[in-house]
Nanobody, 121 residues
Framework: QVQLVESGGGLVQAGGSLRLSCAAS????????MGWFRQAPGKEREFVAA????????VYPDSLKGRFTISRDNTKNTMYLQMNSLSPEDTAVYYC??????????????WGRGTLVTVSS
């Protein structure tokens, strides 16, 4: 089992930035690819980003490239999501995940409970 705990969510004004963190415990952190998903009110869950076990490979949907950056620190068992130029459309619960990354395909094994990001206009 891998336990994932997100932090860093909150209220931010449009145009601002926020960095989310995900602390992992349990099995060896570096054995897993990591990723983020989000779910806005009334919408389906959406893939945000993923990165490989070493952090050397990343995957983003085209709609978020250039604004969001995923990273990890395997010495701290922590993953990050830097979000810039935020807009109200980015308002959602953001979920940390651990899984497997094969090329551009990311499969989730574990989910965190989520952290709420609210972007005000």
């Amino acid at each position: 089992q891998v336990q994932l705990v997100e932090s860093g969510g909150g209220l931010v004004q449009a145009g601002g930035s926020l960095r989310l963190s995900c602390a992992a415990s349990g099995r060896t952190f570096s054995n897993y690819a990591m990723g983020w998903f989000r779910q806005a009110p009334g919408k389906e869950r959406e893939f945000v980003a993923a990165l490989s076990r070493s952090g050397g490979s990343t995957v983003y949907p085209d709609s978020l490239k250039g604004r969001f950056t995923i990273s990890r620190d395997n010495t701290k068992n922590t993953m990050y999501l830097q979000m810039n130029s935020l807009s109200p459309e980015d308002t959602a619960v953001y979920y940390c995940t651990a899984g497997v990354l094969l090329g551009q395909n990311y499969g989730v094994h574990y989910w965190g409970r989520g952290t709420l990001v609210t972007v005000s206009s």
